[in-house]
């Protein structure tokens, strides 16, 4: 059973310059593809997302085409950075967004987002990995879909500190087998709802 993935980066930082953020969600589609998943990563911050809860914001908008891609996708990952102990600007824009499917629905009344897990990756130098993904698997449970046990791999250096993650020699033990484990739980119960759907209410 072949599944794909989209990995969303909410980094404030744009392409060309490096992010953590990017990193450990490329790392987590890596996890993924040793399960035999393919997949992409989109840097939110190098596209005009438009403000609003609607799947289309008009002329100029890049969510469509972003849409269509987590929509096509059996795991979504949303990675992010830590800002003031919340999930980046960026990240929270694509949660809005997301809002819109709560209204978009098969021709059974499901959303079009049940039978999609999704799963988190956050990085830092401060207090909040916790935090912030309580906030994202609410959000993501909200709009449709399912959060695995274990969903998310992190990593936070000392707070205050100035290291990023994309400074590190290698990457940590502790946050390489969080990530294998995500990616493990995911593709698993990604593959349980393929082959059983939610049923329509």
Partial sequence: MSLT??????TLTPSPKPSSSELLGRQVLAALEE??????VVRLVDHDVRPGVQTDMGEGDAWPAIRAQVLAADILVLATPIWLGQPSSVTKRALERLDAELSET??????????????????????GAHHVSAELFQALND???TVPAAAVTYWVGEAMGGTDYQDLPETPEVTAGTTATLARHAVHVARLLRESPYPAG
């Fill in 143 to 145: 709009v449709g879909f």
């Fill in 35 to 40: 399960h035999g998943v393919t997949g992409d």
């Fill in 106 to 127: 098969d021709d059974e009344g499901r959303l079009l987002t049940y039978g999609k897990v999704a799963a988190v990756a956050v990085v830092g130098n401060e207090d």
């Fill in 5 to 10: 993935a989209l990995v969303l980066v909410g």
